[in-house]
């Protein structure tokens, strides 16, 4: 059984030199029969032991079942993001190679007066690239890249934030370098105090904050990465700690261009002129990213739409009888596709970046 096997499956004999474990891990630091954990959570623990075959200190008092879910839910593998494939942006990703990268790729050049932030904020309007440049910072320097959304927190954790919290940071301790991107993070680190406020979202703030308190002051390679579109929510204590702000602005026309075209080459569908493309891109003045690619996507039905109008049946259709994607096909897209960032919105974001923003 497995009781009388270490977690790398190497038998470990029943008595030890001190005598007070068997080497199970997995029942000792869950403190209930080994019974009680599965098979799936058995695997995931025994990836995070060490070469001892033990679990690090950070993750022994945690209850396996959380241990699993920020292994497996959170935990991305492999974010499959480039810089290349983010369009616009070279303030921020000149910005983010300095100050994230570098010392990601370098800890001994970055300590002393080099050492870098540990918290980095980028704000702006949604669907703008933040998740991208986090996935990429994590693919660029080679480090685990860990994704949770703050509201998901309160809302699907309720009660249990605070140990979820403590679980990733811990995993991730274990897992360096290591990129904790905190998607929505005003839900988390708001400074409303309003009567609604719980006793336990108060306590899920400071665990939070203490995490990286924690982080901040040691040795440890964990960058945190908040997002946010309502920085203007955070409060004085969360921007301490959040010490680099970068503003990631709608895309400029040449973005929106390079959107466009990337996404349609990349199914063979790209076949427009300048003209067209300048024509599309004037239009979508206010579109974010992630509005173009909604753009691009209803556009590419087009020639579908058409060729299976002409009696050619869906399941018989060739990918030669479509044509290319073009002009008509993007300006019907855009009566179905509106932008989803209103320019008020942006005003808020300029002033809060001209007050807290990182310029240079
Ligand atoms: P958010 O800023 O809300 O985190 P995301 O990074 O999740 O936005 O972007 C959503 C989607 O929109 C991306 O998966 C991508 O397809 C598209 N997108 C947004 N910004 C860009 C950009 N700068 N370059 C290329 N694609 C983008």
Redesign the pocket.
């Known amino acids: 059984g497995f009781s009388r096997r270490g977690v790398r499956g190497n038998f470990i004999p029943p008595i030890r030199s001190n005598g007070n474990n068997a080497g199970n891990v997995t029942s000792r630091i869950a403190g209930k029969g080994e019974d009680a954990i599965d098979d799936s959570t058995k695997r995931c623990l025994e990836l995070l032991c060490g070469p001892d075959g033990e679990l690090p200190e950070k993750l022994r008092n945690l209850e396996p079942r959380l241990i699993e879910h920020v292994s497996n839910e959170i935990m991305d593998r492999d974010p499959n993001v480039r810089w290349d494939?983010?369009?616009?942006?070279e303030h921020a990703k000149k910005c983010v190679t300095e100050m994230v990268i570098w010392p990601l790729l370098r800890p001994d050049i970055f300590k002393g007066c080099r050492s870098p932030g540990r918290g980095l904020l980028l704000f702006?309007p949604?669907?703008?690239?933040?998740?991208?440049?986090g996935k990429a910072i994590a693919g660029e320097a080679k480090a685990t890249f860990f994704y949770i959304s703050a509201s998901s927190l309160t809302s699907k954790w309720i009660g249990e934030g605070e140990k979820l919290v403590r679980a990733l940071f811990g995993v991730a301790s274990c897992r360096q370098p290591a990129v904790i991107f905190v998607?929505e993070i005003d839900s988390l680190l708001s400074q409303r105090k309003s009567e609604g406020e719980h006793e336990s979202s108060r306590r899920l703030k400071t665990q939070f904050l203490i995490e990286m308190e924690g982080f901040d002051t040691g040795n440890e390679q964990i960058l945190l990465i908040g997002?946010t579109n309502r920085p203007q929510e955070l409060d004085e204590a969360a921007r301490r700690r959040l010490t680099k702000r970068l503003y990631?602005p709608l895309?400029t026309s040449e973005?929106r261009a390079w959107?466009i075209k990337n996404l349609l080459e990349k199914d063979g569908l790209f076949n427009l002129s300048d003209e067209d493309t300048d024509t599309i891109c004037k239009i979508t003045e206010g579109y974010?990213?992630?509005d173009?690619?909604n753009l691009v996507k209803d556009a590419s039905m087009g020639p579908l739409r058409e060729a299976l109008k002409q009696g050619i049946e869906i399941t018989k259709l060739k990918k030669e009888d479509m044509r290319a994607v073009n002009l008509q096909d993007f300006e019907k897209a855009l009566q179905e596709v509106r932008p989803s960032v209103s320019l008020n919105e942006l005003g808020t974001y300029e002033k809060w970046n001209q007050q807290f923003g990182s310029l240079s």
């Not at 494939?85 to 942006?89: R, V």
């Not at 949604?126 to 991208?132: F, H, S």
């Open positions: 494939d983010i369009a616009g942006l702006g949604p669907g703008t690239g933040k998740t991208m440049i998607d997002a990631i895309p973005a959107i974010s990213g992630s173009m690619q």
